[in-house]
């Protein structure tokens, strides 16, 4: 570019989920209220979350973790993912499906100290199972870091009147630095 190289190495993370499986991504539950897995893969779906079984909204507690995402040399580092949400209640969900980031995982969920990131999107509305991106989350807080998503599903939030049971399905995982336009 402008007659100089320049080595672009812009991708730190990357799950498609959908044919592949979960790669380094492990499932930790917290509360299951009877149910036997709160996360799963699902090859035409990708990694999907639920908490209705058999007509019945359970309260429960459940996080997909990513790897270790080594942001050392970041600049501007951030997230996407394609997501879809059906059922739930439109208003609750984005109280119970959360993104969280964190830059000293200890290897469990109930003792990390996890920051929420900011959804930058509305979450789809329920009302179908129309996969669209999460808007983008930025990460350029954590240049120079090592950190751990998680994406926690929980319907087991104090002050809530009974469980709503969303279904909540993602793919196409990246953490990367965003695309270089060409400027020529």
Do not use: C
């Not at 200890?106 to 199972?129: C, M, Q, R």
Request: hydrophobic content about 35%; overall charge negative.
């Amino acid at each position: 570019k402008n007659n100089q190289w320049i080595a672009n190495i812009s991708t730190y993370l990357q799950a498609k989920f959908v044919g592949e499986g979960p790669g380094k991504f492990t499932m930790h539950t917290v509360t299951l209220d009877g149910l036997s897995y709160i996360w799963r893969y699902q090859a035409a779906y990708g990694m999907t979350a639920s908490s209705y079984v058999s007509g019945t909204n359970h309260r429960v507690e459940g996080w997909l973790v990513s790897p270790n995402i080594r942001l050392k040399k970041s600049v501007q580092p951030q997230l996407t993912f394609d997501q879809a949400v059906r059922y739930g209640n439109v208003n609750d969900n984005p109280k119970w499906l959360n993104v969280m980031v964190t830059n000293n995982f200890t290897g469990d969920v109930t003792t990390t100290e996890w920051k929420f990131l900011e959804w930058p999107a509305e979450l789809p509305d329920g009302s179908n199972w129309v996969f669209q991106t999460s808007g983008i989350f930025d990460l350029s807080e954590y240049n120079g870091q090592t950190i751990v998503l998680g994406f926690r599903y929980d319907t087991n939030l104090d002050g809530i009147d009974g469980p709503s049971a969303p279904t909540w399905e993602i793919q196409n995982l990246l953490v990367a630095e965003p695309a270089e336009e060409d400027a020529e």
